[in-house]
């Protein structure tokens, strides 16, 4: 029986030396995909992601202790900066009985009244909460690829539960190389919690294009080019059913999508 065990093993062995003609072995690789490249130029729209707020959002507190004498302001009322929102008096004033104010800082609407009339209140003690909702606001840090493509007025939507909101660059901080964006909200919506998407439609833009499907999970492919060797390939926009990348491949005809950045597996 120990014979017939040790003869086993020799006669696989030997059967794997000698493969047939036509069924050569392959060396194991991941999938490599040759990808024709596309250079013109396209109108390209890029997606960030950031935090959306209202665009002014302010509590504002009792500068001293004091007590509020007057509240001119009724919760979801719409008022213009400068208007008379509290009055109260300073427990400091003495005998100095004139009524102090407090005038609405911006333009917007009165989302909680906290102060009561004739209860004291502390200093830094929350009275009013005032807040814009006509307009959101989105901040977001800038791919330093992308900083010289954005420009001021450039349009851009968000997308919120089902309503599409219309807006533009309102300001592009080079310095921190962010930028604020301003949306219409006329549905009044709130802000949602956590990131969110917007598109920015930078325009016609000259450069590399490949098929969008390839970055489907991923914004970024590992490519062997043989003229370059291994590069990433990241995908800073899309155009139809395009992605514009960097680095901008210009002369290179086709690339190799290859997950190890490594030439095409070769056969024996």
């Given at each position: ?17 000698h493969t047939?003609p036509g ?7 991941p999938?490599h ?20 707020n209202y665009?002014?959002d302010?509590?504002?507190v009792?500068p ?11 919760p979801?009322?719409?008022v ?13 004033q ?5 009524p102090?104010?407090i ?6 609407v ?5 102060a009561?009339i004739?209860?004291p ?45 219309d ?8 310095r ?5 964006l ?12 956590g ?13 590399t294009f490949?098929?969008?499907?390839l ?49 095409p597996?070769?056969?024996d």
């Amino acid at each position: 029986m120990k014979y017939l065990l040790l003869f086993v093993p020799i006669a696989l062995l030997a059967c794997a030396e000698h493969t047939p003609p036509g069924h050569a072995r392959v060396k194991k690789a991941p999938l490599h995909q040759e990808v024709h490249i596309t250079h013109s130029t396209r109108p390209v729209t890029v997606s960030l992601y950031g935090y959306i707020n209202y665009l002014y959002d302010s509590t504002l507190v009792s500068p001293v202790a004091a007590t509020p004498i007057s509240i001119s302001v009724n919760p979801g009322e719409r008022v213009h900066r400068g208007h008379l929102l509290l009055t109260y008096w300073s427990r400091y004033q003495g005998y100095d009985y004139t009524p102090l104010e407090i005038r609405a800082p911006f333009s917007g609407v009165v989302s909680s009244i906290y102060a009561q009339i004739n209860q004291p209140v502390q200093a830094g003690e929350e009275l009013i909460r005032l807040l814009e909702n006509q307009y959101l606001k989105m901040n977001i840090p800038v791919n330093p690829v992308l900083k010289d493509f954005f420009r001021n007025d450039q349009p851009a939507t968000v997308q919120i539960d089902e309503h599409t909101l219309d807006g533009f660059v309102r300001f592009y901080k080079r310095r921190s190389q962010s930028l604020e964006l301003f949306f219409n909200n006329p549905h009044l919506i709130k802000p949602p919690i956590g990131l969110i998407k917007t598109d920015i439609f930078l325009g016609e833009q000259k450069g590399t294009f490949i098929p969008s499907a390839l970055f489907s999970s991923t914004d970024s492919l590992q490519a062997y080019i043989p003229e370059l060797g291994p590069v990433e390939i990241v995908a800073l926009g899309r155009s139809d059913s395009l992605s514009w990348i960097y680095p901008n491949l210009a002369g290179i005809d086709t690339l190799v999508i290859s997950p190890d950045a490594e030439p095409p597996a070769t056969v024996d």
